[in-house]
């Protein structure tokens, strides 16, 4: 099992960035693929983006495609997530979660490949 914990939230204006940030302990995290997802109030949690184990590959939803850049340091066991030209509509609870299954396209979009999810970070962005 790993351990993730989510940082970086805030309030933020439109067209704003943010940098969110995942720390994991307790196994290998060079082992698992990462992955970020967001829910907003009232709806389902949706993928936001994930990335290989070595950080060569990357997938996003069309939704974040151009603003979003996802990446990883795996000597600081941290994943990354680069948000900018904010909307109001990413406004969510961000959640990073870790898939030991490997990087399989569209399965990494999937909220059933992950097993293991942080807490969750606040981002809110006023218009």
């Known amino acids: 099992q790993v351990q993730l914990v989510e940082s970086g939230g805030g309030l933020v204006q439109a067209g704003g960035s943010l940098r969110l940030s995942c720390t994991a302990s307790g196994r290998t995290f060079r082992n698992y693929v990462m992955g970020w997802f967001r829910q907003a109030p009232g709806k389902e949690r949706e993928f936001v983006a994930a990335?290989?184990?070595?950080?060569?590959?990357?997938y996003y939803a069309d939704s974040v495609k151009g603003r979003f850049t996802i990446s990883r340091d795996n000597a600081k066991n941290t994943v990354y997530l680069q948000m900018n030209s904010l909307k109001p509509e990413d406004t969510a609870v961000y959640y990073c979660?870790?898939?030991?299954?490997?990087?399989?396209?569209?399965?990494?979009?999937?909220?059933?490949?992950?097993?293991?999810w942080g807490q969750g970070t606040q981002v809110t962005v006023s218009s």
């Open positions: 979660a870790a898939d030991s299954q490997g990087f399989r396209v569209p399965h990494v979009t999937q909220r059933n490949e992950y097993d293991d």
């Open positions: 990335v290989s184990r070595s950080g060569v590959s990357t």
